[in-house]
């Protein structure tokens, strides 16, 4: 996979990918991710990107040309299945999509900025618009580097045990269940019994038990 990101601040997104998995999946050579910094594809003086909104009103806008540009370039060097919008008005991130956009083969991410994009590069180029939760970030480059370790980890050969992901919280709409390690007993707390017994069957039962009551008790909208 291939993740192309624009965004007005590459140094912000950066510390991310050279830590912990993904820095992994781009070491196994599993993954590329490249910086594209917006200021670099405008004529502007001062490498302005952003003007004020037509209209009046309050917040600066990413302006077209230099976006163009970028996603321009990068178009005539290869296909993307995906040009992605980072947005609070687009569609809240799931496991499902990550599931789906982990089958990609090239992606563009844009970040937002300032007041977001002019409207004319959404209706031109963008083919998804993803939020990450009903609040608003300063820009759009956060919530990337979510949806990048929630698509990267899912590739085959990224975590070392390849089915953990198939247990995580919100793989079938179910939380996941709780999990303990050594020691057995702390402090006089004990680890269920059914754990230890290594009935693999009763086990799997308990965990998909405990799933069910955790997601009823905390998360009864997923069940619907």
Not at 26 to 49: C, M, P, W
Request: include cysteine; glycine fraction near 6%; charged fraction near 25%.
């Amino acid at each position: 996979m291939r993740i192309d990101i624009i965004t007005v601040l590459p140094e912000l997104l950066k510390s991310p990918f050279e830590a912990s998995i993904l820095k992994r999946a781009i070491s196994k050579g599993l993954v590329e991710v490249h910086f594209h910094n917006l200021r670099d594809y405008t004529e502007a003086s001062y490498k302005q990107v952003d003007d004020y909104q037509f209209g009046g009103g309050a917040g600066m806008v990413l302006m077209i040309e230099p976006i163009d540009k970028c996603i321009s370039a990068l178009k005539e060097q290869r296909s993307y299945d995906d040009i992605i919008y980072m947005t609070p008005d687009g569609e809240t991130l799931h496991q499902k999509m990550a599931n789906s956009i982990s089958l990609k083969e090239n992606l563009i991410i844009l970040c937002g900025h300032y007041k977001g994009v002019d409207q004319r590069i959404r209706d031109r180029f963008i083919t998804k618009e993803i939020s990450v939760g009903d609040y608003v970030l300063s820009g759009g480059e956060l919530g990337a580097a979510i949806l990048c370790d929630a698509v990267i980890r899912l590739i085959p050969g990224v975590l070392n045990n390849e089915t953990s992901a198939l247990t995580d919280t919100f793989q079938d709409n179910l939380l996941a269940p709780p999990v303990y390690t050594r020691p057995s007993e702390y402090k006089g707390m004990k680890v269920p019994e059914v754990l230890l017994s290594g009935d693999f069957p009763r086990i799997e039962k308990w965990r998909e038990e405990q799933a069910m009551e955790r997601t009823q008790r905390l998360r009864p909208d997923l069940l619907s």
